[in-house]
């Protein structure tokens, strides 16, 4: 049930009635294992829904209602394997998913993930341009902000 709400959130994209009816219903620690356990899989759809709902996630607390619920997330996800997946799939997936990937990373806005965008820069300057200028302006966003 709780992966159907994760990787079904482009269907809901930006609502934040959603949002807060799942980390209602969810202890926080069960969001993050299954958002895990949804970037491990093979399934493209899923994950970019799921990349959406991290990023939501971490920006949602914007409105009142989420703030408590994206410190949380933002405080949580630190300790997961997420960003390690994420990594993994700057390398191993279709170039529509590796640029979410990227975009992601540079949506979360933690610098301590710089150094995945950078190591992916290098690997990516010598065999896809195109990728290699859209790490670039994720990471200079990143480094000026």
């Not at 899923?46 to 949602?60: F, K, N, Q, V, Y």
């Not at 993994?88 to 150094?115: A, E, M, R, S, W």
Request: charged share 25%.
């Amino acid at each position: 049930m709780l992966r159907e709400k994760i990787g079904q959130y482009s269907e809901q994209f930006l609502d934040g009635k959603y949002i807060e009816n799942l980390v209602q219903k969810h202890t926080m620690e069960d969001i993050l294992t299954e958002i895990s356990n949804i970037l491990k899989s093979k399934k493209t759809e899923e994950i970019h829904s799921t990349l959406m709902l991290i990023r939501d996630l971490c920006i949602a607390g914007s409105t009142n209602i989420l703030r408590d619920y994206t410190y949380k997330f933002r405080n949580l996800v630190l300790e997961t394997e997420i960003f390690l997946i994420m990594n993994n799939l700057l390398y191993n997936c279709d170039i529509l998913l590796i640029k979410d990937v990227i975009y992601t990373f540079g949506k979360l806005n933690f610098p301590q993930n710089i150094i995945y965008l950078e190591k992916a820069y290098d690997y990516y300057d010598n065999n896809d341009q195109d990728v290699s200028s859209y790490i670039l302006n994720e990471l200079e966003w990143l480094k000026n902000d």
